[in-house]
């Protein structure tokens, strides 16, 4: 910067200032100069640091480059932590930030291949992307649409929302990608004419308990296994499961209080009828998950499989004692062979009850389902 000097030119020798009256003149008026502002800052820094205009601009020049390049390495270096650039659907865009309860956070914030394994630090760096997109302040003048604040609110609330441990864990318990799994949990009908066919159960079974251990209190949480597995670790997988403890919760699903209402008993009121459903929500949950645990017993491979060995062990175990007599031998096969069938038919018929049962339960837990979403969209709409 030039020096006042270099800028003004010399007054010419002739010049002399023009004649005015007094009356012309203003008063003199003292004023107090506050030393604040972007201005005084500068000259405090240019005195502290012994600096000329010149040095002081261009030391303001390499601090603003310095700061843009470590922005662009954070966006597009080692440190984004695998958090990518989603692709933003139109219907992304145009997300009315008043009906955030509606909107799938982890999809504003570009996670949607992460959801609830993503990590607090993958959260800020995917903040950090869409904020720096996104910004109003970025966006004035170059979009002629009235919706860019309002996605930016969008992102804000998100970020809130999943940086928060408990009010995540709640958008978790009702994560909208959750809940289109559950609709395609398999059926019994699925393995109709099937029930021997090993691949097939592991295959649709597998990614059913994959998603529904991350709601365990408890672990580390036992998978389905494989074919091969043992007596102990069958029994020990359904005893697990049978008693399953879940942290999920349905608060994020409560109806708000009336804005503007004061009323003690208006906010008693919802807060009942929030408590209640909840307390529904999370019987029909558990239930859900019993039938799909009793599905998966009633078609698992693995139990015909010990119960076959089981019964040659223990024909192996008979002939064994009484292979030096004749008689005695044929008159314990006869009887074997007696039990045999009859253990066959009270198999058949044990499996035959617990094929309906399993099919009354899938159904009833499929018309629960169907019945809480028509309850949460009509309760949306009533909001």
Not at 19 to 31: D, E, F, G, H, N
């Amino acid at each position: 910067m030039a020096s006042p000097q270099e800028v003004l030119p010399s007054l010419p020798e002739n010049w002399t200032p023009p004649s005015t009256s007094a009356k012309s003149i203003s008063p003199l008026v003292q004023r107090k100069l506050i030393p604040a502002g972007a201005a005084y800052l500068a000259h405090v820094r240019r005195s502290i640091n012994k600096l000329s205009f010149d040095e002081y601009d261009k030391h303001v020049e390499e601090e603003r480059q310095r700061h843009e390049a470590l922005n662009a390495d954070s966006l597009n270096g080692e440190d984004d932590l695998g958090v990518g650039d989603e692709e933003e659907s139109a219907e992304l865009l145009l997300l009315d930030a008043k009906e955030w309860k509606k909107q799938d956070h982890y999809q504003v914030l570009g996670l949607s291949h992460l959801r609830y394994n993503a990590t607090p630090a993958q959260i800020k760096v995917a903040h950090r992307k869409k904020v720096l997109k996104h910004h109003p302040d970025k966006k004035a003048g170059a979009s002629h649409t009235t919706n860019d604040d309002q996605f930016f609110k969008c992102i804000q609330k998100a970020f809130e929302v999943l940086t928060n441990p408990e009010r995540r864990r709640q958008f978790d318990s009702v994560d909208p990608h959750f809940m289109i799994f559950e609709d395609e949990v398999p059926t019994a009908a699925d393995f109709k004419g099937k029930e021997k066919d090993t691949q097939l159960f592991f295959k649709e079974f597998t990614p059913v308990f994959e998603n529904e251990a991350r709601f365990s209190k408890k672990t580390p949480v036992p998978m389905l296994g494989t074919y091969e597995d043992s007596k102990e670790k069958v029994e020990a997988f359904y005893d697990f499961w049978y008693n399953f403890d879940s942290w999920r919760s349905f608060e994020y699903l409560d109806k708000e209080v009336n804005e503007g209402s004061d009323s003690r008993d208006d906010k008693r009121y919802t807060e009942k009828k929030n408590k209640s459903e909840r307390a529904r929500r999370k019987k029909e949950d558990t239930a859900r998950l019993r039938g799909i645990v009793d599905l998966t017993l009633g078609l698992d491979p693995r139990i015909r499989r010990i119960k076959q060995e089981e019964k040659e062990a223990r024909e192996a175990k008979k002939k064994s004692k009484g292979g030096n007599d004749p008689a005695t031998a044929k008159a314990k096969a006869e009887e074997e062979k007696r039990k045999a069938e009859e253990q066959a038919k009270i198999k058949e018929e044990e499996e035959k009850v617990a094929r309906a049962e399993a099919k009354k339960a899938k159904a009833a837990a499929a018309n629960a389902a169907k019945k809480a979403r028509r309850q949460q969209r009509a309760d949306g709409d009533a909001a």
